[in-house]
């Protein structure tokens, strides 16, 4: 066999077992990416697209370390939201929370951490120091009032009940206590068209299932004309 016959050989034996062993890697690859394309969206609530509660938290705790006390957990519970599934129908209240995702998304920006935490509760954590916080409540209220637009037309009037816990304020950099303490604020103001600041008092409340009853006394921004 010639010199040149045989180095043909070589390159064929050559080009055929690495031919043979990029087809598992090629598909070893194919796997992977399916399976990163199913935790990310094991991470996101279906409906609306926003983070789960366990991948809302992760990404809560990243906030905070990031930004410190200049972080505000938000709480939202969309207003009479029963009644919009009773009266019109699941897909229209459907419809009702993945626009109220969308607004939150928006509101809060790329780098805060926005949840669903189940239902008609939404959960965001996020940078909002002490200067802006006013302006920022008050325009994410109106932001939730704006009426939705259902598939066939109708228009929808909504709200939504906005409870804020800023960590310099109330002293804490737990997320679990900032989040009782926005919760509780929430529920001082529910239905009233402001967003509840929380105080020092609100994050020493005990809860039961997160609610409570309104308490006097608190700081409400952002009032809805």
Not at 26 to 42: D, P
Not at 141 to 163: E, F, N
Not at 183 to 200: E, N, P
């Amino acid at each position: 066999m010639s010199s040149l016959l045989r180095v043909q050989g070589r390159i064929g034996q050559r080009t055929l077992l690495l031919t043979t062993a990029a087809v598992p890697l090629t598909g070893w690859t194919v796997h992977v990416l399916a399976l990163h394309r199913r935790l990310a969206a094991a991470k996101k609530d279906p409906l609306t697209g926003l983070l789960r509660r366990d991948a809302y938290t992760a990404r809560a705790r990243q906030v905070l370390r990031r930004h410190g006390d200049d972080v505000c957990v938000v709480l939202v519970d969309q207003d009479h939201f029963k009644d919009v599934n009773d009266r019109l129908s699941h897909a229209a209240g459907e419809t009702v929370l993945r626009a109220t995702a969308d607004r939150l998304a928006a509101w809060a920006g790329p780098g805060a951490a926005v949840g669903r935490l189940g239902g008609d509760e939404f959960a965001i954590v996020l940078h909002l120091p002490r200067g802006r916080r006013e302006v920022r409540l008050a325009q994410l209220v109106r932001m939730l009032r704006i009426p939705v637009v259902l598939d066939d037309g109708q228009a929808v009037d909504v709200a939504a009940s906005v409870g804020a816990a800023a960590l310099d304020v109330i002293g804490t950099r737990d997320l679990a206590v900032a989040q009782r303490a926005a919760d509780a604020a929430l529920y001082d103001g529910k239905h009233s068209g402001h967003a509840v600041l929380a105080t020092k008092e609100h994050a020493t409340m005990s809860s039961i299932n997160g609610r409570r009853a309104g308490r006097p006394g608190t700081a409400m921004w952002g009032r809805a004309a």
